[in-house]
């Protein structure tokens, strides 16, 4: 067992030498807005947003072949990563009747919340460029004995990727900052003044 061990260690560290200069580029998505009415009754003052944050990683790797059939070094070279809110779901009592004066009034409120997801993805833009930066360039290139190894290493680097902890960081203070803001503009009253002035 530990003749193993030291032969992995040794095959990680001849690696090190193959490890690439990284590039990073961070895109947002294209998002698209529903509109819903459940049956179930909801509060009749405050509609709901639901937000879907995906974060997609395409990784590009560096693939050397070792001298004397010594199999191959997987490393990560570029990363195009596309982080940010595919879609919205609005959900808005179906006591206000489609396009009366309270509905419009209620999906005018909900835009306010879909800014204010939006916003901070804007907000982390940098953030995230170096938290996935940071979290690639620690991942050393992985060894494998075979060609047909390479793709599991593939998938073995996205993986270390996406569960390392600078990347679970800053989702977690993206997923803060979204109720701070998102709670701010629930702060207003001026929706309030909306729904009265539809039935004033």
Not at 2 to 20: G, N, P, Q
Not at 41 to 66: F, K, P, Q
Not at 120 to 127: A, M, N, R, S, Y
């Amino acid at each position: 067992m530990s003749l193993l061990f030291i032969t992995s260690a040794f095959a990680d560290d001849r690696c090190v030498a193959y490890k690439a200069p990284l590039n990073v580029k961070i895109g947002k998505p294209d998002w698209v807005k529903k509109v819903g009415q459940p049956l179930k009754v909801m509060d009749l003052y405050h509609g709901n947003v639901t937000a879907t944050l995906i974060d997609e990683y395409d990784i590009i790797v560096n693939i050397d072949e070792l001298p004397d059939n010594g199999g191959f070094c997987v490393g990560i070279k570029n990363i195009n990563a596309t982080i940010g809110y595919s879609d919205f779901l609005v959900k808005v009592d179906m006591r206000h009747k489609l396009d009366s004066c309270s509905y419009n009034a209620v999906l005018a409120h909900e835009a306010e919340h879909i800014k204010a997801y939006l916003s901070v993805i804007d907000d982390f833009q940098d953030d995230l460029k170096n938290s996935v930066y940071s979290a690639a360039n620690s991942i050393m290139p992985i060894y494998v004995q075979s060609e047909n190894d390479i793709g599991s290493a593939i998938d073995d680097l996205n993986l270390k990727l996406q569960m390392h902890p600078d990347l679970i960081l800053v989702k977690q203070k993206i997923s803060a900052a979204e109720e701070i803001r998102n709670a701010k503009v629930d702060e207003d009253e001026h929706k309030y003044e909306e729904l009265a002035k539809c039935h004033g």
